[in-house]
């Protein structure tokens, strides 16, 4: 056998395909050697994903804290609440207001929210249609920091839950985002590699918990902070239409 070549193939054997049957080989595996694993499971943020939530927060934040007399800007919220997952009412506990004045605010603030949601937390533009086509292909979940009762108020009534698998609010973890501990829970859910599951978010937060985690991240940015900066995402979509696009793109 010369250079692995049988002596049966007389015509490979003294050089005459040899070139050819390689690059015949070459050009026929290397799609399969290069190629990614399948996408199997995407993991989806929940407040400015799925339902438009967040400038209800902001609101019902911003009314407790004004009760104080503590200002919170637009710019503040994100900071604290979208980028670091900080609470606004901490602003009252740099101001120097003791625990028990924070926790009234606190319960003030979850009690406006929840009344919020109830008189409407719309869905996002084009949600339904990107469950709906995604829905069967993959396995797809919920990986929110909302508390449940705010979760169960949100999606009452708007028929998104039976697209998901599973869903795991804030109580199932001990640190929200963006430590990665929310999403290494969804991973270790779905049974699956790192490289085969994808994660959609609006925030630096998100995202950051995300790449933590070892998981891809798409994100859709906040249209309370339009102007954040995502290093580190696979792709940057201004809308879900966008994000629906690629991924049937894609071989799932």
């Not at 054997?13 to 290069?34: Q, V």
């Not at 499971?41 to 902001?58: K, M, P, Q, R, S």
């Not at 829905?135 to 169960?152: A, C, E, L, Q």
Request: aromatic share 10%.
């Amino acid at each position: 056998m010369k250079n692995g070549i049988p002596p049966f193939f007389p015509a490979f054997r003294y050089g005459i395909l040899e070139d050819s049957f390689y690059h015949l080989c070459l050009s026929t595996l290397c799609p399969f050697l290069d190629k990614r694993p399948m996408l199997k499971a995407i993991f989806w943020d929940n407040d400015g994903i799925l339902v438009d939530t967040e400038h209800l927060y902001y609101q019902a934040s911003r009314e407790a804290l004004e009760q104080v007399g503590i200002p919170l800007s637009l710019d503040d919220f994100a900071h604290l609440t979208l980028d670091q997952g900080l609470s606004p009412l901490m602003l009252a506990e740099r101001n120097g207001h003791p625990r028990e004045k924070i926790e009234e605010l606190r319960l003030l603030k979850n009690r406006r929210y929840s009344e919020l949601l109830q008189n409407g937390a719309e869905p996002i533009a084009g949600v339904t249609e990107t469950l709906a086509s995604l829905h069967g292909r993959v396995s797809m979940g919920i990986v929110t920091s909302s508390r449940k009762d705010h979760f169960d108020l949100i999606h009452q009534n708007n028929g998104l839950l039976s697209y998901f698998d599973f869903i795991l609010t804030r109580e199932d973890y001990v640190c929200s985002k963006p430590s990665p501990e929310p999403y290494l829970k969804a991973l270790a859910l779905s049974g699956l590699l790192p490289e085969e599951c994808l994660v959609i978010e609006d925030t630096r937060r998100g995202l950051q918990a995300a790449l933590e985690a070892g998981l891809r991240c798409i994100v859709i940015p906040s249209r309370l902070a339009p102007g954040d900066k995502f290093t580190g995402a696979y792709r940057v979509f201004p809308d879900l239409s966008q994000v629906r696009d690629f991924l049937l793109q894609e071989d799932l």
